[in-house]
């Protein structure tokens, strides 16, 4: 059984790393907790449908906040580009933050951080 992820919906708030004043950063957001473990297809599953809900309900920028995150599974990651996708082609986006080290090297050596943008800034 899947656990509820927490969701934060930050209305124009800015990122730590976001500096001067773009419409991008003043617009909606959603950050969504994503749990320790990513490779249950149900958890899997669920955050999609999150995602999705979050995306229909016009929020444009959706950050996957990745602190507690310390393994996920190709499936995941494919629903992930996915909802990038989606996203960006009404001029939005799907960030991953606060990805751990190990996690980080992973995604970075099959190049997953070309397709979703691993960001640096942590979310406040």
Wanted: proline share 6%; net charge negative.
């Amino acid at each position: 059984m899947h656990k509820n992820f927490p969701t934060l919906t930050i209305p124009g708030k800015k990122l730590a790393s976001e500096e001067g004043g773009s419409s991008m950063s003043q617009a909606p957001r959603t950050a969504i907790v994503v749990p320790e473990q990513l490779y249950d297809q149900e958890q899997v599953d669920y955050l999609r449908t999150k995602i999705e809900i979050v995306r229909q309900s016009g929020v444009s920028h959706i950050h996957l906040d990745f602190e507690k995150c310390k393994a996920t599974s190709v499936y995941a990651l494919s629903i992930l580009s996915n909802a990038h996708d989606k996203l960006a082609e009404t001029g939005g986006s799907l960030g991953l933050h606060n990805v751990k080290p190990p996690l980080q090297e992973i995604l970075k050596s099959i190049m997953f951080d070309l397709i979703v943008p691993l960001q640096d800034s942590k979310l406040e």
